[in-house]
């Protein structure tokens, strides 16, 4: 785990305005200050309490499989966001929410960034390319998580990421996620690595760097403590409980999907027409749900048959635990697959 401070850069830039750690801190300093005035009997306590109340609104932005549902998955301790190994897991933006005791934390998790060319060629919703736009007019702080695993990539931030930061307002921090640090032997490769990122080719407005390994969790805890200093003071736009602003039928879908990309290989999970058949809320607060797997041919839905005869009961078994972390309930999956009807 490693986190590094770009101080120096901050001092040569022409900006006198503080840092989101720096302003929280000052902004608690004159808190303290306020509360050593006497109390008065009269003092309305409920707008005191509402003051103490923070939010942060956190847009994680990069490429397909950069690992960002991983990482907001391990920023808020629940698997609400669908991730899996393969690319275009993620089709629409969702958020996903962590409460404190006085602070909330809302993560904007968005599709992966892609070009006209790539929508047209997989036949992508629009929503790859509209998603990332909006989240980035309606956050606080923008973090691009970029994976220097890939050894094309890693000393580059891509065009359209570019476009889409140079969008950004001005007073918009944004933050360099740097993930799979620890698939880099040599540690002192990573300086490298920003000085390109951070150049003149790259993007050299990025307030913090961290290094990180979304899915081992290092580095995840400082980074989680980064943002809940840089909380504003307002009020929340979720309720205390809430993980997600996800329905929960949008969530076992998309769970589904993401168990179904894990185990299949090739083209065929995105081959998949996956329908929600069947959803209902007992008595005692679980629920049962019946999920159709339409398969595009009888050819392609007997090699579906033999590849997951063994797996889809541990399958159903995994999209099941997790879906009852979520919704904090007992949920019933049935999974059933049938080749295409003809009409």
Not at 299 to 322: F, G, H, P, W
């Amino acid at each position: 785990m490693f986190l590094f401070r770009r101080c120096s850069i901050r001092v040569i830039t022409s900006s006198r305005r503080s840092t989101p750690v720096q302003a929280a801190r000052l902004y608690s300093a004159e808190r303290l200050e306020k509360y050593d005035a006497p109390v008065s009997a009269d003092d309305d306590f409920s707008n005191v309490r509402r003051e103490e109340f923070k939010s942060l609104r956190i847009a994680i932005l990069g490429l397909p499989n950069a690992g960002k549902s991983t990482l907001i998955n391990q920023l808020i301790h629940h698997q609400v966001c669908a991730s899996s190994m393969r690319k275009h897991t993620t089709r629409m933006a969702c958020r996903a929410v962590l409460h404190t005791d006085t602070t909330e934390l809302v993560f904007v998790d968005t599709p992966g960034v892609v070009t006209t060319q790539e929508v047209k060629r997989h036949n992508l919703e629009s929503s790859f390319q509209s998603d990332p736009e909006v989240a980035l007019k309606q956050v606080d702080v923008v973090g691009v998580l970029h994976d220097v695993s890939r050894s094309r990539l890693r000393q580059e931030i891509l065009p359209e990421v570019l476009n889409l930061l140079k969008t950004l307002d001005s007073d918009t921090p944004t933050l360099l996620l740097m993930n799979k640090v620890d698939q880099i032997k040599n540690k002192r490769r990573l300086l490298e690595f920003v000085n390109h990122l951070t150049g003149e080719n790259g993007w050299q407005n990025f307030a913090d760097i961290f290094m990180l390994s979304a899915l081992n969790g290092d580095g995840v805890s400082d980074l989680r403590e980064y943002l809940l200093v840089s909380a504003k003071p307002r009020d929340w736009d979720y309720e205390k409980d809430t993980l997600t602003d996800q329905k929960p039928e949008e969530m076992i879908i998309r769970i589904v999907r993401a168990s179904l990309l894990d185990v299949l290989p090739a083209e065929i999970p995105y081959n998949l027409n996956i329908q929600m058949e069947y959803y209902n809320v007992c008595e005692d607060g679980s629920i049962n749900t019946f999920v159709l797997i339409e398969c595009p041919s009888e050819r392609l839905y007997k090699l579906i048959l033999r590849k997951l005869k063994s797996k889809l009961r541990y399958m159903a078994e995994k999209v099941e635990q997790t879906l009852s972390k979520n919704l904090q309930q007992t949920v019933r999956v049935r999974l059933v697959f049938q080749p295409k009807r003809v009409t």
